[in-house]
């Protein structure tokens, strides 16, 4: 004869119904835990541009001489290529491609990838690199960077320059070129006390607030991971005014603790991944 379950028993086998059943009704944002950053949810490019701990690596490329006599057909076949190549790794990396031929004797073109982790950045450089176009250049330049929270200008260092920082909104044109340039500090501003490393970035910054209405910036930290300390990442649509930003930046004392400016500076165009594509097809 068959026993009929205890009463114990069965107000647990009611209650894990129940609870399954109101499982079944949340939200999936209830019921698991998000996705970590660079998992398997696609990378959203306002996010990881705004975020600190995020790499950047910066690569130019030369096309080779050979890349000429490859059949025409398989130079525009490169587009479509990086295209499939940039999907496949949309979760892990956020990339752009620039055209710095015709700008800049050294190199063709420009990648900027971002990514949460190092090695899916690298992953993604060496698989570029397997492909048709990516056979036939040659690296000229890499820089790695990492992003941070600000050092110095900050709401309770600075109140009044991180307010004016705050403030200031890109109000120009969509930005068509981009400015790389990587920065090295001596070693006589790493030993200066942290309250005089302050006062030389208020000198630094405050010159610059009049010209974030018609430039982007952005900061990579390279120390310990390249052989430069910062890379400076710069987006306009007004070249003028960025030639007066820098004119400025090298007339502030600030100045006198660079070791390196540039060497190289990048300048480039912003373009579609494809769009650089096809224009070096041609």
């Known amino acids: 004869m068959t026993r009929k379950p205890s009463l114990n028993l069965r107000n647990t086998l009611v209650a894990v119904a129940a609870l399954s059943l109101f499982a079944a009704l949340l939200p999936p944002s209830a019921t698991a835990a998000e996705p970590m950053a660079g998992g398997q949810m696609m990378i959203e490019r306002a996010k990881i541009l705004a975020q600190p701990n995020v790499f950047g690596v910066f690569t130019t490329f030369k096309l080779r001489p050979e890349w000429n006599r490859v059949p025409a057909a398989k130079r525009v076949m490169a587009a479509d290529e990086l295209k499939k190549l940039i999907e496949k790794h949309k979760n892990n990396v956020l990339v752009d491609v620039y055209l710095t031929r015709g700008l800049k004797a050294s190199s063709d073109f420009l990648f900027r990838v971002n990514a949460y982790d190092l090695d899916k950045a690298q992953t993604f450089m060496r698989e570029f690199r397997a492909t048709g176009i990516g056979r036939n250049a040659d690296v000229t330049e890499t820089l790695v960077g990492l992003t941070k929270p600000l050092n110095y200008i900050t709401k309770d260092k600075s109140p009044g320059l991180s307010a004016g920082l705050g ?116």
């Open 167 to 282: 403030s200031a909104t890109y109000s120009g044109p969509p930005p068509r070129y981009v400015v790389v340039i990587p920065v090295k500090k001596n070693a006589e501003w790493w030993n200066l006390p942290a309250e005089q490393r302050l006062r030389e970035m208020e000198t630094h910054t405050s010159p610059t607030l009049a010209f974030l209405v018609n430039v982007k910036r952005k900061l990579y930290h390279s120390t310990g991971l390249d052989d430069t300390d910062f890379i400076t990442y710069f987006e306009t649509d007004d070249l003028g005014a960025f030639n007066n930003l820098m004119i400025n930046l090298a007339s502030v004392p600030e100045n006198k603790f660079q070791v390196r400016v540039g060497s190289p500076t990048i300048l480039g165009t912003i373009h579609s991944p494809e769009e650089v594509m096809k224009a070096l097809a041609e």
